[in-house]
């Protein structure tokens, strides 16, 4: 039968007994078509858990039959024929160790040796190898060597991946094979728009591990390209291009609407890691999405009994630190609770610390338990685990412990001792923009005649820091920064930078809004500067015009 012929029909079959019944019925097989019938046994009857019938496959006459043929004539079949067998043989979990595997991969590196192989056999022997042997098969190394001297243009997109993926657990140095990933790199970027969602997955998660950040232009092409995969794109291939955003500090609008899109409609079927990557990335971005982050808080109400701790605490901390609460806010914290209940000593101490700091940034107060995070056997264990108790965790600590002193009158159990305490906090996303503050003093001078009138970057003993402070006697007159005595109100400015808010919105993140918050409950008139009332002010006598209104709204209007 003629070839094309042949692997036409052979296509078509959709189980192993037709394609035996198939191949029984044909009287002269060639090698390849012989390869390409265990190669369709292999397509038909393995999926992710593995061979779905064992017996009616490997104790079938037809099929003992073509190993036989392979196993004693290996030195004379071709080389398409040998390596499409052995890839088809290594799906097929035969074992490693029998004589038929063995005189393939003997045969197939006697060929490697001699340098009769293609790109394409190459290749076909690379991935049988990944598998068979993983990273520690040296003949890896030998396939990438005689890859480097092949013309690099003429590669398809599969055997780009698969020289990708051999790169990734070859390369152990840091520069080693870099001019041959660059001459990849410049190749696969003319290529993109044909790489299907499993190649484009492969190749940003091999970018990750090979620390390619100079491939700047194919990332961001990759990034861009991934936008129409996301429907597309397995639990897995997801969490790698999320990751490859992370990594090479990507974002893109049309990927986070296309989030939007997918992720509402399949969170009750996608794998909880995979949506624990989905928040991991708006989290670290700053990206506030309604739609996800709605549709997350359902898929936590419903399913949270089959996450792991680890998956629990990655849905949760980005509600706190994007300072949101989702419409079903109640039953989700209500969930929270009861999980907590159950599995509490099967948390981590430090994700159960982090976990417990994000509700109460957003005004949920887990004092049910507390009591244990302020024990000093918790303390113990937060010191005895990597970070331990640096300035992070004590400030998350400290803050936890001003936020029941003030937001909790009712709690009565065992406080946090003074040496675990911060002197003040650490906000690492609210840092202060000092472009935006000296704009905001200059138009303070302006209002206030004399700059002994106020004081920036204030330290409090409640362990925050005021961005700018005024203060005021009974009359309502201001008073000198540095006079302590006849002080009635305190007003703290909060200079808002962009810094301080969730990327493209008005929503302050969590640490900053509790923070004024507490501001607040500690006594202070806190006044709000935020960028965006304050970005087209063009003057020194606009600005204190735009603070006079805010700080002094009475008077304003007298002045009108």
């Known amino acids: 039968m003629?070839?094309?012929?042949?692997?036409?029909?052979?296509?078509?079959?959709?189980?192993?007994?037709?394609?035996?019944?198939?191949?029984?019925?044909?009287?002269?097989?060639?090698?390849?078509m012989a390869s390409g019938a265990l190669q369709?046994?292999?397509?038909?009857?393995?999926?992710?858990?593995?061979?779905?019938?064992?017996?009616?496959?490997?104790?079938?006459?037809?099929?003992?039959?073509?190993?036989?043929?392979?196993?004693?004539?290996?030195?004379?079949?071709?080389?398409?024929?040998?390596?499409?067998?052995?890839?088809?043989?290594?799906?097929?979990?035969i074992d490693p160790q029998s004589t038929l595997m063995a005189s393939l991969l003997s045969e197939g590196e006697e060929r490697?040796?001699?340098?009769?192989?293609?790109?394409?056999?190459?290749?076909?022997?690379?991935?049988?190898?990944?598998?068979?042997?993983?990273?520690?098969?040296?003949?890896?190394e030998q396939i990438v060597n005689h890859m480097q001297e092949k013309d690099i243009e003429k590669w398809s997109p599969r055997e780009m991946v698969m020289v990708y993926k051999m790169l990734q657990v070859t390369v152990r140095e840091g520069e080693q094979y870099q001019d041959l990933l660059n001459r990849m790199n410049s190749v696969t970027l003319t290529i993109v728009s044909q790489l299907s969602p499993k190649f484009t997955s492969v190749i940003l998660n091999s970018l990750v591990v090979l620390h390619q950040t100079r491939a700047v232009p194919l990332v961001t092409?990759?990034?861009?390209?991934?936008?129409?995969?996301?429907?597309?794109?397995?639990?897995?291939?997801?969490?790698?291009?999320?990751?490859?955003?992370?990594?090479?500090?990507?974002?893109?609008?049309?990927?986070?609407?296309?989030?939007?899109?997918?992720?509402?409609?399949?969170?009750f079927t996608m794998h909880p890691q995979t949506v624990s990557k989905v928040m991991q990335y708006c989290c670290r971005k700053m990206i506030l999405s309604k739609p996800i982050f709605d549709a997350v808080a359902e898929g936590f109400i419903s399913d949270a009994d089959r996450f792991t701790t680890d998956q629990i605490a990655e849905y949760i901390i980005p509600f706190g630190t994007l300072n949101y609460l989702p419409p079903s806010a109640s039953s989700l914290f209500r969930k929270l609770e009861t999980v907590l209940h159950t599995r509490f000593s099967h948390f981590k101490p430090h994700t159960l610390l982090n976990l417990l700091h994000s509700c109460v940034l957003i005004q949920h107060y887990p004092v049910n338990f507390l009591p244990k995070i302020f024990s000093p056997y918790f303390l113990q264990q937060l010191q005895a685990q990597p970070p331990g108790l640096d300035r992070i965790v004590t400030s998350r600590l400290?803050?936890?412990?001003?936020?029941?002193?003030?937001?909790?009158?009712?709690?009565?159990?065992?406080?946090l001792l003074r040496k675990y305490q911060v002197k003040a906090f650490l906000t690492p996303h609210s840092s202060l923009d000092v472009h935006l503050l000296k704009r905001v003093k200059t138009g303070l001078l302006y209002l206030l005649k004399k700059r002994i009138y106020f004081a920036s970057e204030v330290s409090t003993p409640y362990f925050y820091t005021v961005d700018i402070e005024i203060k005021l006697d009974e009359e309502g007159f201001v008073l000198p920064a540095a006079q302590c005595e006849e002080v009635h109100r305190r007003i703290a400015l909060c200079v808002d930078g962009q810094n301080r808010f969730c990327v493209n919105s008005h929503n302050l993140l969590g640490e900053e809004a509790i923070k004024q918050r507490h501001l607040q409950l500690?006594?202070?008139?806190?006044?709000?500067?935020?960028?965006?009332?304050?970005?087209?002010?063009?003057?020194?006598?606009?600005?204190?015009?735009?603070?006079?209104k805010k700080i002094f709204p009475h008077t304003y209007e007298l002045s009108c």
Request: with cysteine.
């Open 398 to 415: 400290t803050q936890l412990f001003l936020t029941v002193v003030l937001e909790c009158p009712f709690y009565e159990g065992p406080k």
């Open 2 to 32: 003629d070839e094309q012929v042949f692997f036409k029909k052979l296509n078509s079959l959709c189980t192993s007994t037709e394609v035996f019944d198939f191949v029984s019925s044909l009287e002269v097989m060639s090698d390849t």
């Open 221 to 267: 092409a990759l990034c861009k390209h991934s936008v129409k995969h996301i429907p597309y794109f397995t639990g897995d291939e997801l969490v790698n291009v999320l990751e490859a955003f992370l990594y090479f500090g990507h974002r893109e609008q049309i990927f986070t609407e296309a989030l939007e899109t997918h992720v509402p409609k399949s969170v």
């Open 522 to 548: 500690l006594g202070y008139e806190v006044v709000q500067i935020p960028f965006f009332e304050i970005e087209s002010l063009q003057n020194c006598r606009k600005m204190a015009e735009y603070l006079h």
């Open 112 to 140: 490697l040796g001699k340098g009769q192989l293609t790109v394409k056999n190459l290749c076909a022997l690379g991935e049988s190898l990944l598998e068979l042997e993983g990273p520690s098969c040296a003949t890896l």
């Open 40 to 93: 369709r046994i292999s397509e038909v009857e393995v999926d992710d858990s593995g061979l779905k019938n064992p017996e009616g496959v490997l104790e079938n006459e037809v099929f003992r039959a073509l190993c036989f043929q392979f196993e004693f004539k290996s030195s004379k079949l071709s080389n398409s024929g040998l390596l499409n067998a052995l890839q088809a043989l290594t799906k097929l979990r």
